[in-house]
């Protein structure tokens, strides 16, 4: 177990939804964001004409926030619980990448593929500076940092951060 880790206390495997909390009425565009996306993808797969109603609200709600925010991240995206966004302007999500729960991500941070490789998988409590690209099949591994504007092509191990062009271990 790193340093960081013992120290830290935030867990990488279960997700703290105080994080993404947002009060009713409450001018909090990333948290919009993230609740019109975790309320679409928690009806979609419902018959009940009521849930569909509620899914396609949320898909109205993800297309007003992802503009107002200037985020794009996909409305299927596989996030999860407690991922903040404090800045979430420019932030680029592929499709197929995985975020582990209670994730910290700043603005204008990219994930996506490089020359047909996958999408990159993040761990739990991963920390991801502004202005990062991860590209590639990369795995980021829990409680990990990366640097801002860092460009990470390789895998990072736990509890370790990356940082530069092209991002190295530190």
Known sequence: MANNQKSVGVS????????EYKKTFSWNPSRSL???IR??????????????LLK???VIRHRFWSVLTGADIPINSQIGGGLLLPHPNGVVIHPDSRIGPNCLIFQQVTLGTRN??????????????AGAKILGAVTIGDHACIGANAVVLQDVPAGETAVGIPAKII
Do not use: F, M, T
């Open 116 to 129: 047909g490789e996958g999408p990159p998988n993040i761990g739990g409590h991963v920390d991801i500076g």
């Open 39 to 52: 309320d679409y993808q928690r009806n979609s797969k419902s018959r009940n004409p009521w849930r569909v």
């Open 12 to 19: 990488a495997e279960v997700p703290n939804w105080s994080r």
């Open 56 to 58: 396609k609200v949320a």
């Open 34 to 36: 993230l609740a019109s």
